[in-house]
């Protein structure tokens, strides 16, 4: 189980610090590609065809990428109001159990998105489907979209893993709880 863990630890490790980083790069670009769009627009009064839709397309893959990020901080889709009451009062193995819980639904709702996006991807790929200014093909976007929610239901695979040893180790008995919780 150690080894198990210590894999885990690393693999998230490496998607936090290579996707983190390629997100923020990402939006970084993105503003500031949408806010000199803004200048071209409103003080020379040109713009890029293609721009409106590369900064909507860009945008919404790269957060979609970044979900997986929160994913692993369990920050995302956090009810922590209920988790801190429960721990408060002292029900710690209810929210040890509730953390296995919460694992298996993103595991499976993201899991089920990503498999099931394919048939999208493959219609887009072979319709040749493009954004509205006809420049930007929609497949790579849905490619993106897929990967991001894989990407989350691995990773939640993994925190159902290791919530699992957890439970079994009793750790939840530790009286501490996480800052965040995707409870």
Not at 13 to 39: H, R
Request: hydrophobic share 60%; charged share 15%; glycine share 6%.
């Amino acid at each position: 189980m150690d080894a198990f863990l210590a894999f885990s630890r690393r693999v998230k490790e490496l998607i936090d610090s290579v996707l983190g980083t390629i997100a923020a790069v990402m939006l970084l670009i993105l503003t500031l590609f949408a806010l000199l769009e803004i200048v071209r627009r409103y003080i020379f009064d040109v713009v890029f065809e293609w721009g409106q839709d590369a900064i909507i397309v860009g945008m919404i893959a790269t957060v979609s990428i970044y979900f997986a990020v929160t994913q692993l901080r369990r920050s995302h889709l956090v009810m922590n109001a209920i988790i801190q009451l429960l721990h408060a009062r002292g029900h710690y193995k209810i929210v040890g159990f509730l953390k296995i819980i919460a694992s298996v639904i993103v595991m499976v709702f993201c899991g089920a998105i990503g498999i099931t996006g394919w048939s999208t991807l493959s219609y887009a790929f072979e319709r040749d489907l493009m954004t509205y200014s006809l420049l930007i093909p929609l497949w790579p976007f849905y490619l993106i979209l897929m990967f991001g929610f894989l990407l989350m239901a691995l990773i939640a695979l993994l925190q159902l893993l290791e919530d699992i040893i957890a439970f079994a180790r009793k750790e939840y008995l530790g009286g501490e709880i996480e800052l965040t919780t995707d409870v």
